[in-house]
């Protein structure tokens, strides 16, 4: 008899968490992100929880703060750890969990990247992952010589000559290329020795990696993003990808695309894990579950409200917060950037304010529910129900836990939603591998003797 298929899961820890008033929460120390300990106690449930990773996305800058429309000043992601620096510590208290980090192809060097997450893994005994981006914002530009963002087939040309040097310096050494034979005096077979000596359009890297082959071969691989070029991008180079789909029929046309682009790749389906974000406010009961969401929207401040509004359909700040948005408001275009790209999600939460006529305050806290991702106010029941139907009927492979704070909403997933999910038999009643490939059910890399080899391999994904 064929196993029960099981979820993936992991789960983002967006500083103190996804709800934009998370950080006023009674129960959530307001500079928890800057503490060590508040990251261990995450982890530690996210063990608990039998959870394959942890994921920490990251841009390298303090955003938007030259608007003041945007109210930074009452957010609470202004400040961070940098997040490798952080890996590394937690995989020095955690014994089985994969530790996921964002680090941007356009603004580091392959040789350096490389170097890091491969000692990482190391440390880890084979639990780390990277998140790839090209990056979105002007603010991260900045910060490292440009004037401006980059042009975006550059960053992408870039990132992909970038992951083929990554990989190549992986393969530096074979699993045994280190006999350290006391007696006879050899410590390296130079036989099973890779130089890369790689030269192209936007890198020069001799090699080999310093590090020794990294335990599963190559780190995890994490992408992100809806557009066409983004689920190419995750076809041809991601283990895992990090899906943005706000409701089931969105989230099969999803899938689907993304299976159909592994398969024209020759590459098996289930070698892609495909993981949408939900941010979900748990309760024993309905009543509970409401009762925590309510309270945190009442936490929302207006002025963080109305920056919440900006992006996606300009400034409200002129207009009463207790009386209906005008129709002119959302159906124009807005002034600003939106760098997410929303589609289908924007004309989703237009279509609500036309069908209910929210006002200002109701817009933004129909945005704090979940915009660009599934949120939710439900019991474990309904939750499991969720993701076991989105399992099976072809539009997840797993899912990526926003918690609305931490760590409070972490907890209520891992002591009420676990173990509803290990009832039904989609979840692991203890971890079975010792790598977060094996935990994903992905194989190990194996190693490539020669440099055209690992080349072929960045190329085809």
Known sequence: MAKKRQLSLALSLGNLGYHPACWRHPDVPADGNMRFSHYVEALKLAEQGRFDMMFLADVAATRDLDNPKLARERLHHIVKHEPLT??????????????????????NHPFD?????????????????????TSFSPDEARNFGYDSLPDGKFRHERAKEFIAVTRGLWDSWAEN???????????LDVAKLNV?????????????????RPPQGYPVAVTAGDSAQSQDFAADYADVLYAGQPDLESARAYYAGV????????????????????????????????????????LIDPKAGLGMILPIFGDMSHLPLDEPVPLAAVDGESEYVDFQKHGSA?????????????????????????YWHLGMVCTPVQLADMMEEWLTTGAA????????????????FVTLVTPELQRRGLLRLDY????????????KVPWHKTAAETGRLAAAG
């Open 196 to 212: 890369l000596n790689h030269k192209g359009e936007h890198f020069s890297v001799r090699g080999p990696l310093d590090v020794a």
């Open 113 to 133: 990247l490389a170097r890091k997450f491969a000692t990482i893994d190391h440390i880890s005994g084979g639990r780390a992952g990277w998140n790839i981006v």
């Open 259 to 298: 299976k159909q682009r592994l398969a024209a790749r020759g590459r098996d389906p289930d070698s892609l894990k495909i993981m949408p974000g939900v941010m979900a406010f748990i309760g024993e009961t309905e009543a509970e579950a409401r009762a925590k969401f309510d309270e945190m929207q009442r």
């Open 432 to 443: 079975e591998g010792k790598t977060l490939r094996d935990n994903l059910g992905l194989p």
């Open 397 to 412: 492979d797993g899912f990526i836990y926003l918690p609305p704070f931490t760590n409070g909403a972490v907890k209520d």
């Open 86 to 107: 952080l890996l590394a510590a937690l995989a020095a208290v955690t014994e089985h969990v994969g530790l996921v980090a964002t680090a941007s192809t356009t603004y």
């Open 346 to 370: 924007k004309a989703k939460l237009i279509a609500r304010v036309k069908e209910d006529r929210l006002t200002v305050r109701q817009l933004y806290e129909a945005i704090a529910e979940g």
């Open 177 to 187: 290329a280190f006999p350290r034979d006391k007696e006879s005096g050899v410590y």
